[in-house]
Nanobody, 122 residues
């Protein structure tokens, strides 16, 4: 099993910054690409950014240029630096890890954290 724990959420005014962290523990050999998603009430869960274990990153258009995802493999940790925050960024942010396809099927398809609330006021 893999456990993901997010931290770093909170409340900030528009234009401010926050840094989210996600630490993986347990059977971390199963962890492949990691990502941040977010969800607001009444909306579908949205991919914010993802990063491979080699460091290749992808960003949603809505956050491109404002958010930066990074990864420290030896610490099984990813970060999301969020700058120039907007009220529309208000959401619960979730960490996700894709499971590797290993012989014997020891890894799940994916793993999710419990989420951390980010609130941006105008």
């Amino acid at each position: 099993q893999v456990h993901l724990v997010e931290s770093g959420g909170g409340s900030v005014q528009a234009g401010g910054s926050l840094r989210l962290s996600c630490v993986a523990s347990g059977d971390t050999v199963c962890v492949s690409t990691m990502a941040w998603y977010r969800r607001t009430p009444g909306k579908e869960r949205e991919l914010v950014a993802k990063i491979t274990d080699r460091g290749s990153a992808y960003y949603a258009d809505t956050v491109q240029g404002r958010f930066t995802i990074s990864r420290v493999n030896v610490q099984d940790t990813i970060y999301l630096q969020m700058d120039t925050l907007k009220p529309d960024d208000t959401a619960v942010y979730y960490c996700k890890a894709d499971g590797r396809r290993l012989v014997g099927g020891r890894c799940a398809t994916d793993y999710w954290g419990q989420g951390t609330q980010v609130t941006v006021s105008s």
